[in-house]
């Protein structure tokens, strides 16, 4: 029997989410943090330990007036929040601090911030972006050809990823999109990088998120029902430069990640009640499914074109709606781990029933680093 | 087309670009790894740590890896335009656009040979893949 070590306490995403134009990237991480203090009866005095990315972690502590022992600012995409929730666990662990707080916020649409959160790559910008790639629809995409003619990935099962996540979000009244979709809705919405359309891209959001983790044993003190983490979860990186990827049929980072999460929590696929894979684009889910092992190589789009990942089915996943349908505000792993925490808390909207483990798996930048926790709503296994 | 953005070149890809000035595809290779070659360059081996590596000049041969047509904008480009991956007989992949090739996914075939051309860009010649002319490469 093995009892756990580190909970989550406190989990709130900003007032508001979506269109947030009176509010800056500065503003948003302070409401969302704001919010998850508010809800396990914390103050900024209680907090020794900050992590963020996309943002400078003192600016925040400042701004919210926090003295930090313990800071954490790294920073590899929209899945650094879950590699937070790692660093943090070992942090708390090992006693650098006690209670870590860790916020995001980005004004992705009403653009009020000085800077995008993600470190320019030099071999990036030397090698790929001159030859026109600028915005993620026409980069994150480029390896999905390859998968579709080495493993018969089709661009049908590609559109009803956006279709069975929506079938999700119509369970969120926070969520940005709730009218049912159509294969064909997706297929013939406007061309964006062939062969995506824009129903198979994220949406553009203003928004953010906070977490609060303790100890577990000082968690049963809190006034908010606990999450715990099984295991230490996982982390890789591959590199900002897709050209580069080893394959472009599946990612080293998801793979090493997985890996690592599903070992340290002792955990088989069967036990994972709910999943949350970051879908920042269409073609990530399917990567995810067949890099973390849900199904085998080339399996993954039959999977969810078949419905086995839609409300009711076998495998739920990214029950919020996701990127496509829910918001995504650039860095969006944020989302994936508040929607995992809910499941686990038993609040969310759209509720799993008795599910009591959750695995949630990120992308950073384009399938440049990954990361990936589990959480449980046991203290002990 | 001189509006389209030009590399920063750093010390260790001068060589690269002055090479692509006079018409060649310059790689590093690594010679521990039996002269296997890596891109993009560096002045060691990604695969060994080896600081023994060579400069080769790579074939101009290869073959369409994968490929987007891109929608949307960018300096110098007029959308729909092709961003694609050749993967170079060397074994590398690198990232180029197709040049004298409509931008339509009838005329791009995954692992259609393509061949080395160079698109002029300011002073610098950027290299860039075209359909090979008489099919295989």
């Given amino acids: ?46 907090i020794d330990g900050i992590a963020t990315a996309g943002h400078d972690a003192a600016e925040i502590a400042q701004y919210l007036g926090i003295t930090p022992t313990w800071l954490d600012s790294t920073s590899v995409g929209g899945c650094s929040f879950i590699l937070h929730v790692r660093h943090a666990a070992a942090a708390i662990a090992t006693g650098l601090c006690k209670t870590v707080l860790i916020t995001h916020g980005e004004s992705g649409r009403s653009n009020n911030r000085a800077h995008r959160p993600l470190f320019p790559s030099m071999q990036q910008q030397e090698f790929e972006s001159i030859y026109g790639p600028l ?59 062939w062969p995506f359309t824009k129903l198979m891209c ?51 980072a998801f793979r090493v990640s997985g890996k690592a999460a ?4 002792g955990i088989l696929h ?58 995504h505000s650039g860095m969006y792993g944020m989302f994936a781990l508040q929607e995992g925490v809910r499941q686990m808390r038993g609040t969310s909207p759209a509720q799993v029933k008795d599910a009591k483990l959750s695995v949630v798996h990120g992308v950073g930048g384009m ?15 | 087309m001189s509006d389209r953005t030009q590399p920063t070149i750093y010390p260790e890809t001068q060589f690269y670009w002055e090479g692509a000035k006079q018409g060649k595809l310059l790689l590093n290779a690594c010679t521990p790894c039996g002269n296997k070659p890596f891109f993009p360059p560096r002045p060691f081996c990604p695969h060994c740590g080896s600081r023994e590596v060579t400069v080769m000049q790579a074939s101009g041969r290869g073959a369409l890896h994968s490929f987007v047509i891109s929608h949307l904008p960018a300096p110098g480009y007029e959308p729909p335009f092709t961003v694609a991956v050749v993967m170079l007989e060397e074994g590398v992949k690198m990232l180029t656009n197709i040049m ?27 290299p860039q893949f075209q359909p090979a002319k008489g099919g295989a490469a």
């Fill in chain 1, 1 to 46: 029997m093995s009892k756990a070590a580190i909970a989550i306490v406190g989990a709130a995403e900003t007032t508001r989410m979506g269109k947030v134009p009176e509010l800056s990237q500065t503003g948003l991480h302070a409401d969302a943090a704001l919010n998850a203090m508010a809800e396990c009866g914390l103050t900024p005095a209680d």
């Fill in chain 1, 135 to 193: 915005f993620p629809p026409a980069r994150f995409t480029l390896p999905v050809m390859r998968k579709m003619k080495d493993d018969g990935l089709t661009i049908e099962q590609l559109a009803m990823v956006a279709v069975v996540q929506r079938e999700w979000a119509a369970f969120h009244p926070r969520a940005t999109s709730h009218d049912p979709l159509t294969l064909d809705d997706v297929l013939s919405s406007k061309m964006i990088a």
């Fill in chain 1, 202 to 252: 994220c949406l553009v959001s203003d928004g953010g998120g906070a977490l609060i983790l303790t100890s577990a044993e000082r968690a049963k003190d809190f006034p908010t029902k606990p999450v715990y983490l099984r295991g230490m979860g996982g982390e890789s990186c591959e590199g900002p430069m897709i050209s580069q990827m080893e394959d472009f049929t599946t990612s080293k």
């Fill in chain 1, 262 to 265: 599903f070992e340290s929590a």
């Fill in chain 1, 270 to 327: 069967s036990d994972v009640d709910h999943l949350m894979l970051y879908d920042a684009f269409a073609h990530l889910p399917v990567y995810g499914l067949e890099d973390l092992g849900f199904v085998g190589k080339g399996e993954g789009g039959a999977f969810i074109a078949e419905g086995r990942t839609r409300p009711g089915a076998e495998l739920p996943l990214n029950t919020n709606g996701g990127g496509l349908s829910y918001m």
């Fill in chain 1, 367 to 381: 399938f440049s680093g990954a990361a990936t926790a589990v959480l449980t709503s046991e203290d002990q296994w």
């Fill in chain 2, 100 to 126: 004298n090739c409509p931008p339509d996914p009838d005329h791009l075939e995954l692992d259609m040979p393509l061949e080395l051309t160079f698109e002029t860009r300011g002073d610098l010649k950027i």
